[in-house]
C-alpha cells in the first residue's frame, strides 16, 4: 500500500482551530485533530543487557518513549543492529488518517556518544493494524527528524520502525535510537489528561527500574523475583473474557496451562463461579515489605487492569494489585473474617465510597488440625480513570490463588490468568517465571534472565 511520507526538521504541527459549536457536534462531524500519544509500552527485537544493566535502568525499548535523550532504546544483537525493529504501543484511536512521528536518532545523551554508537540509516515505518508502510532515510545528525505517514482512515494501534541499514559507530556496534514521539490526526475526540496518564505510567515504570537497581544492588531488602526475566510470546486465537469465570475458561482450554497449573485452575474455576458466596475479609500483613518492579514482572494497578480500553501488557507477567512480598505467601497475609457483608455484584455496582476489598476462600480444615487455610483471595478495587470520552468509574478484581506451601501459584483478573514456578535458593522460596495466557491472543512465557537475550 503506498502512503505519502514528508521528512522535515520541526515542521509546524497540523491542527485543527477551536471551535465554538465543536462540543455540541456528533463524532461523524467532529473535524480531524492532531493530539500527542503517549505509550507506556513499546516491544523491540532486542535490547541491550548485560551485568551492568540487569535492573534496567536504560538500553529498553521504553525509553524512546520518555523524551529523555540522555536514555535510549540500544538493541542487543551481534552486529550493527540492521534488520532490527521497535514497536511503539498506543491505545487504540480509531478514524485515524496521518500519524507524523518526531524522532531523536541515535543515542543524544552527547555528541561523543552519538557518533560512537550506530545510527539508523534506512527505515520502514509501518502503522498497525492497517500495514501502512513507508520507506524513509534518516539523516545522521543530532536533533529531532520528521516523518508524516497517511493511511486511509481506520484504527491505529502500534507504530514499528524497521530498520534497513545503519550509519556505523565510531566505538560500539550498537544501533541506538533515543526518543520517538507519535503524534496521530483523527475525528475522535481528544482527551489530554487521558494521555498524561499514559505518561505517568512511563515514569512510574522508570523510577521503579532504579530504585529496584538501587534496592537489589545495596542488598536493603530480600525478594522473591530476581532482577529480570525474559519473555517469550506465541499467538493463539483470542475470545475476549468479560468475566473472570471466562478468562479462567480460556487458560484451562490452553493444555499446557491446564496441565501445569491443574489444581490451581480448578480453585480458581470454583471461586468464580460463586464469587457472591465469598466472605469478606481484612488483611493484617506480618511483612510490610513492597514488591519492587523488575523487568519482566509488572506490579499491577486499577489503570492497568481496569479500564474499558485495557490491554494487557505482553512482556511481563502480573503481580498482585497489592504490590506487597505478602501478597505472595498466604502465611504472611494474616486474613481475618470481617463481619460486612459486601458482595463483590455489589462493589462492581458502586459509584462512589470506594476503597479496595477482599474476600477469602478457605480450604475446609480436618476436624483438630486447626484452623483453615488460606487457598484464594478476590482482591477487587476501584476508582476513577482517564478514558478518550472523559473520567469514568473503572473496577478491577483479581482471584489469587496459593498452593499448600502458602506460595502464590496463580493470579487471575480481567482478561488475564498468570500462573508462577517457584524454586528454593540458599533457603528461600524463589519465582523462576511462569506462563501467562492474554485474552487478546497471547501467551507468555518468563524465564530468569541469566545472560544475555533477546526481548522477545
Not at 480460556?250 to 501445569?260: I, M, V
Not at 468464580?272 to 519482566?296: E, F, H, I, M, Y
Not at 484452623?371 to 484464594?376: E, L, Q, S, T
Request: with cysteine.
Amino acid at each position: 500500500m503506498k502512503s505519502l511520507v514528508i521528512l522535515a526538521l520541526l515542521a509546524t504541527p497540523v491542527g485543527a482551530k477551536p471551535d465554538a459549536n465543536e462540543g455540541r457536534r456528533g463524532p461523524e462531524d467532529r473535524g480531524p485533530i492532531e493530539r500527542r500519544l503517549f505509550s507506556n509500552e513499546t516491544e523491540a527485537s532486542t535490547f541491550l543487557w548485560n551485568d551492568w544493566n540487569k535492573f534496567v535502568e536504560n538500553y529498553h525499548s521504553n525509553y524512546i518513549a520518555d523524551d529523555d535523550a540522555k536514555t535510549a532504546w540500544v538493541e542487543g544483537a551481534p552486529g550493527s543492529g540492521a534488520g532490527q525493529w521497535v514497536r511503539v504501543v498506543v491505545t487504540p484511536l480509531e478514524q485515524t488518517t496521518q500519524v507524523r512521528l518526531k524522532i531523536r536518532n541515535g543515542y543524544q545523551k552527547s555528541s561523543t556518544l552519538f557518533k560512537a554508537n550506530a545510527r539508523a540509516k534506512d527505515v520502514t515505518v509501518r502503522l498497525l493494524p492497517s500495514k501502512t508502510e513507508a520507506k524513509i532515510t534518516l539523516t545522521d545528525a543530532e536533533g529531532w527528524q520528521e516523518v508524516t505517514v497517511t493511511q486511509a482512515s481506520g484504527p491505529l494501534r502500534e507504530v514499528e520502525l524497521h530498520v534497513g541499514s545503519v550509519y556505523e559507530g565510531s566505538k560500539y556496534p550498537d544501533l541506538c535510537i533515543s526518543d520517538v514521539q507519535v503524534f496521530a490526526t483523527s475525528k475522535v475526540k481528544d482527551n489530554p489528561a487521558f494521555e498524561k496518564s499514559k505518561r505517568a505510567d512511563l515514569k512510574a515504570w522508570r523510577a521503579a527500574r532504579i530504585a529496584a537497581a538501587k534496592a537489589l544492588t545495596g542488598k536493603k531488602v530480600e525478594l522473591p523475583t530476581y532482577p529480570a526475566y525474559a519473555i517469550t510470546k506465541t499467538e493463539f486465537e483470542g475470545t475476549y473474557a468479560d468475566s473472570l469465570a471466562a478468562v479462567i475458561a480460556l487458560a484451562g482450554a490452553d493444555q499446557p496451562f491446564a496441565k501445569e497449573w491443574k489444581d490451581a485452575l480448578a480453585t480458581a474455576k470454583a471461586v468464580a463461579g460463586d464469587l457472591d458466596a465469598l466472605p469478606r475479609a481484612q488483611l493484617a500483613p506480618t511483612n510490610k515489605q513492597k514488591l519492587v518492579a523488575v523487568d519482566g514482572m509488572q506490579i499491577t494497578t486499577l489503570g492497568n487492569i481496569g479500564g474499558d480500553d485495557r490491554y494487557n501488557d505482553e512482556s511481563s507477567l502480573r503481580l498482585p494489585m497489592l504490590g506487597t512480598v505478602a501478597a505472595l505467601f498466604s502465611d504472611q497475609l494474616r486474613v481475618l473474617d470481617v463481619k460486612d457483608s459486601l458482595k463483590v455484584s455489589e462493589f462492581e455496582a458502586l459509584t462512589k465510597k470506594c476503597k479496595e476489598t477482599v474476600w477469602v476462600s478457605r480450604a475446609t480444615a480436618k476436624e483438630g488440625t486447626g484452623p483453615a487455610a488460606v487457598r484464594a483471595l478476590v482482591v477487587g478495587r476501584c476508582g476513577m480513570l482517564e478514558g478518550r470520552e472523559g473520567s469514568y468509574m473503572g473496577h478491577a478484581l483479581q482471584i489469587l490463588v496459593y498452593d499448600t506451601n502458602n506460595r502464590l501459584v496463580l493470579l487471575a483478573g480481567p482478561g488475564h490468568v498468570d500462573g508462577y514456578r517457584w524454586t528454593v535458593e540458599n533457603g528461600k522460596a524463589m519465582i523462576t517465571g511462569g506462563r501467562a495466557l492474554l485474552d487478546q491472543g497471547t501467551i507468555l512465557e518468563a524465564t530468569k534472565r541469566s545472560d544475555v537475550a533477546t526481548a522477545k
